[in-house]
């Protein structure tokens, strides 16, 4: 990595983390005084949390992605912009207004477009010791899939205070680690601004949150990971650092076996203790969840399954970084 390169990565680091540090509690405020709060049921006493956070995610992450394009002017870094921000859009609408299962999937492949337009993407599908792929027809089916897929596990996963921001950080860096190892720096450099804007969010969200990623949070936080994954050529990659909500996705999918809003599951995977910790709850037909699983050993805190996951996460980290590796090995 040259001086050259050093400089625009400190600064969009910078840039993103500090934007979104000191916007997001005016952010809010401006919440609160427009009275879009929504209650958080796994607290005592359910206090009213501000939704959505996604505004000053978003412009911490646009902010660093246009000074970094100042350095680099590559039609990657456009679709990076392009589709995170569609994505942004996807979020706020169904933020302000909850509309069916599919909404979020069939707007999410729309924000992928932007990709194949711009010709941001190369065909070959790289494995780690295998080598490459070359798919160009089914590569654009990946594309259009890829979007929704990382953007709906990211949201699917943002349950409990601080989980969605936590793990988006590990993953995230675990994925700019990876970018690294297989000397993409431009995307690498990319990458850190998703990072850095998860890490200052966490701030506002860990437990007890003070606000809510909302659909526009996390649909931002995933839309960008999975781009960043498309233009990085580093699919499988980020497949393994995003493990712990795949498998999360995968459990909640095939238990209700149809695509369905979160908000309109009319029972719930968890329940709680006279102590206000959570407990899986015996209730046959709630989705099957990761948490629920955490919780077949006995109840936990919030913070306690919060942290589980982040161990999970941290794991599939050091296996995507792993994964890196392998990728320049042959056999």
């Known amino acids: 990595m040259m001086l050259d390169q050093i400089i625009p990565a400190v600064l969009v680091s910078a840039i993103a983390f500090f934007s979104v540090y000191i916007i997001t509690p005016f952010l809010i405020k401006a919440l609160e005084k427009r009275n879009l709060t929504v209650k958080d049921y796994n607290r005592v006493g359910g206090a009213m949390v501000a939704r959505p956070g996604g505004p000053s995610l978003l412009v911490g992450i646009v902010a660093a992605e246009i000074t970094l394009y100042t350095f680099f002017p590559t039609i990657e870094i456009v679709a990076i912009l392009v589709t995170t921000s569609l994505a942004f ?163 909640f999918l095939s238990s209700v076996k149809r695509i369905i809003e979160h908000r309109q599951i009319k029972s719930n995977p968890v329940t709680h203790t006279d102590d206000f910790k959570l407990m899986a709850t015996t209730d046959r037909d709630a989705p099957v969840t990761l948490v629920r699983l955490i919780l077949a050993g006995g109840p936990m805190t919030e913070k306690q399954i919060g942290f589980v996951i982040f161990r999970l996460g941290l794991f599939s980290a050091a296996l995507a970084i792993i994964t890196a590796f392998m990728m320049g090995i042959k056999i």
């Open 89 to 251: 859009v996807v979020g706020i609408i169904d933020d302000r207004k909850t509309l069916g299962g599919w909404f979020k999937p069939i707007a999410l492949a729309g924000c992928a477009i932007p990709i194949i337009l711009l010709g941001a993407y190369d065909s070959n599908l790289a494995f780690p010791l295998f080598g490459a792929v070359k798919i160009p027809t089914l590569y654009l089916v990946i594309i259009i899939f890829m979007i929704p897929i990382t953007g709906n596990t990211i949201n699917s996963i943002d349950v409990l205070n601080g989980v969605a921001s936590g793990f988006m950080t590990i993953a995230s860096f675990a994925l700019t680690i990876s970018l690294f190892v297989i000397q993409n720096y431009e995307i690498a450099i990319a990458s850190l601004p998703l990072g850095f804007a998860s890490l200052a969010f966490y701030k506002y969200h860990k437990f007890p949150s003070r606000i809510f990623p909302g659909d526009s949070g996390a649909l931002t936080f995933g839309a960008m990971y999975g781009v960043i994954a498309i233009v990085g050529h580093v699919e499988i990659i980020a497949a393994v650092a995003l493990l712990p909500a795949v498998i999360n996705s995968f459990l």
